[in-house]
């Protein structure tokens, strides 16, 4: 089930691969991050903290990345 979602990643541009040789046993793919794939993990990232204090966060300190007074995300990520 991982190898197909990280197959879709690279698809889509958010993430990149490379093989690498291994001291130990056979070729090694690694996977990084692109600019796009941060960017889309930043936008994830703010969608989850608007989900997670809509959700649990009534009269509670809001986690950081929201901004209590306006209930919005802080994050540099453009919101929707």
């Known amino acids: 089930m ?6 879709r990643l690279e ?12 001291d130990k046993g056979p070729l090694r ?3 990084t991050l692109t600019k ?3 960017a ?6 703010c969608q989850w903290l608007k989900v997670h ?5 009534s009269g509670r300190p809001w986690p950081r990345g929201v901004d209590e007074e306006r209930g919005t995300c802080t994050c540099t990520c453009p919101l929707s």
């Open 2 to 7: 991982l190898y197909p979602f990280l197959k």
């Open 11 to 22: 698809r889509d541009g958010l993430i990149k691969s490379k093989w690498r040789l291994s």
């Open 29 to 31: 793919k690694y996977y």
């Open 36 to 38: 796009q794939g941060l």
């Open 40 to 45: 889309e993990l930043e936008s994830e990232k």
């Open 53 to 57: 204090s809509a959700l649990t966060c």
